[in-house]
């Protein structure tokens, strides 16, 4: 967990894959992969971009517990 | 891996200057060497838009704007900034960076529409107080769109950006830089970016220690600033500063974000598992002194049975809790809130637990380690110039800032001098080449992410708090023979190849730290350089300790400090 994408929203326009300081978004054809997860920073660049708002920060436990 | 990454020709382009990283100081560097009329090309790890620690925000603009009392001139910030640094950064540099553009800047990033001042009612500026200074310097703004409006401003100036490219080398000719080789780890390709002038800005470095949150990249400042400057320009004989001196601060427990300002600027009170205030048992300005002292005092109560500790921020009014929360918390972290939420904390009526971070090497205000300049922002390498966290100028997002647009200026004017671009000979290009694609070829060799979590171990065992001699020896020892490994390290795609460059960078600098830690033998700036056999301060090693490789070896000197 980490970066949660609302796939019936999400357009694929790829502008998170573009904003993440980190290449841990992916462009496949049909959908955004979230590929490397466990290097995520947690900076929100992919969530503030998004002109869908259709991005989430969700923290994994070890952060929440 | 693709059958087409690394197979596209490699790529050579020319420019007068070469920006190596797109974040607060390199965005600027490029936007106003361009005005100045030079060619500027700009390569960074990262995308065009969202870079550097302040890729998704910043709240804090430290400004000096001389509005009249005394606090707020140029005479008391330097005296100030002075103090913080122990007298470790020259003033000229503080001078001819941050304080001859702070004003220009502040009205500059107004005007392109960044809101600089949070009290609507008054239309005027918002600014707090913390770190020890003399009074409230920090500017409290909406920084959200601030990196993205910079590198607008850049693009339309004409700066050409090369994003998802990771330099590696930097080009020397005759003694002089005349570029830099790096690869990008999308396609691949391999560039040599040749240049009359390079400015270093890529930050400081982060994942040298074992996290303390259990996760490797849940670090304080940008887990993909790996020191790559600082590596880059000691590979090639420029001086590194008092890279010993390595950064602290509190963070929200298991999350490591920004925020520490925000909390104690605001009013915060930093409490033990008793209930007791602590901050002033360890410094006589309490939470508002500087940011060392905090996790001092963290560390000395949970050693000594006292904690864990927290803020408490119960006493806030309403409006407070909701202009920290909404204003200030969430635009420096934007997942702040979520954490907040997720974690089902109501700092109206719950304690916010904090903890140490593992230790950084940080772009900050205050920061005395970096790469060695003069007031000229020139590095000891001529046609080399470097500003932000990488150098030792006035860290933070606004200094960064600053001294970057200086370092553009100044890298500009030189450039003019500069007849043609220099040639590096073609074999060494060739080698650098070979040396970067190696951990795609090697087969059977060893995961890369083993050697970072054993460097971390090595870091985390002996070079973290609480230094003594035998341990750093140990260290310096392990660490050499780990170095050896990185020839059989191996990468599946480009995305670990760029890991894999990243940790080459993070090995260096590792090493830097362990033997300028071994040869400062005192305590310093509290757990920042904490030697359990020198426990005190000692006159004789207030300097500067700056280490140079002379081709297999490291030579050191010393500076003595600026009053």
Redesign the interface.
Known sequence: MSIVIDTEKCLNCGICV??????ILYQEELRIAV??P????????C???CPQDCI?????L???? | MTDKFAREADVAVESDILVIGGGAAGNMAALFAAKEGAKVNLVDKGGIFRSGCGAAGNDHFLAVLETGPDWDTKEAFLKWYNQLTQGMVNPQIVENGYLRNIKFLVNYLEDLGIPMKLDKTKDDYIRTQSFGQPGPYFINFDGKKLNPTIAKEARKEGVHFYKHTAITNLLVKDEQVCGAVGFNFKTGTFYVFKAKAVILATGGACRLYENTTGLAFNTWQSPFNNGAAQAAAFKIGARLANMEVIGFTLVPKNFSAAGLNALVGMGGHLVNALGERIAFKYHPQGEKGPRWALPWAVYWETKEGRGPCYFDLRHLSPEDLHYLKYHLLTVDKVSFIDYLHQKEIDLAKDLLEMQLIEGELPAMAGQVHGIVIDEHFQTDIPGLFAAGGCALAVGSMAGSMCCGKTAGEEAAAFSKGVDGILETDDEIIAGFKEEIYRPLKIKNGIDYRRIEGKMKKIMSSYVGIGRNEKGLVTALESLAKLEKYLAKIQAGNGHELLRCSELKDLLVIAQVIARGALIREESRFGLSHYRGDFPESRETWHKLILQKKTGRETETAFLPIYH
């Open positions: 573009e904003n993440c300081p980190g290449d590929k490397y466990e290097e995520c920073w947690f900076c929100g660049s969530k503030v971009g989430s920060i969700v923290f994994p070890e952060v929440i517990i």
